[in-house]
Nanobody, 114 residues
Framework: QVQLVESGGGLVQPGGSLRLSCAAS????????MGWYRRALGKERDLVAE???????NYADSVKGRFTISRDNAKNTMLLQMNSLTPEDTAVYYC????????WGQGTQVTVSS
C-alpha cells in the first residue's frame, strides 16, 4: 500500500506563506493525477489543487493566484506553495491521487492567525 506523508504546515500570520511537501513511498506521481486537499474543522475535505501526469494544473477558485502546485517525479514528491494566506486557509492539508486511490496520511496542519 502506498504511504503518503505530508509536511511543512505550521502557524503563520495572515499574508504569510508556507510550502507544503508530499512524499510517496512508491512512484506514483508520473502515473496519476495528484491533488492537494484540505479539511477545515467541521467541514468536508475539498480538493484545492490538482496536477495531471501531463502537467495540466487546476485550482479551486478560493486559492487561484495564491497557491502553486508542483511535483518532482524523480523524487516522488509534490509541493504546494501557499502565499497570501488568510484565516480561511486554516485546515489540515492532505495529498493523494485525484480521485483518491490510497489511504489518507496524517496530513499537516496549517493555521493562519494573528
Amino acid at each position: 500500500q502506498v504511504q503518503l506523508v505530508e509536511s511543512g504546515g505550521g502557524l503563520v500570520q495572515p499574508g504569510g506563506s508556507l510550502r507544503l511537501s508530499c512524499a510517496a513511498s512508491e512512484t506514483i506521481f508520473s502515473f496519476y493525477a495528484m491533488g492537494w486537499y484540505r479539511r477545515a474543522l467541521g467541514k468536508e475535505r475539498d480538493l484545492v489543487a490538482e496536477i495531471t501526469p501531463g502537467g495540466r494544473i487546476n485550482y479551486a477558485d478560493s486559492v487561484k493566484g495564491r497557491f502553486t502546485i508542483s511535483r518532482d517525479n524523480a523524487k516522488n514528491t509534490m509541493l504546494l506553495q501557499m502565499n497570501s494566506l488568510t484565516p480561511e486557509d486554516t485546515a489540515v492539508y492532505y495529498c493523494n491521487t485525484h480521485p483518491d486511490l490510497y489511504s489518507w496520511g496524517q496530513g499537516t496542519q496549517v493555521t493562519v492567525s494573528s
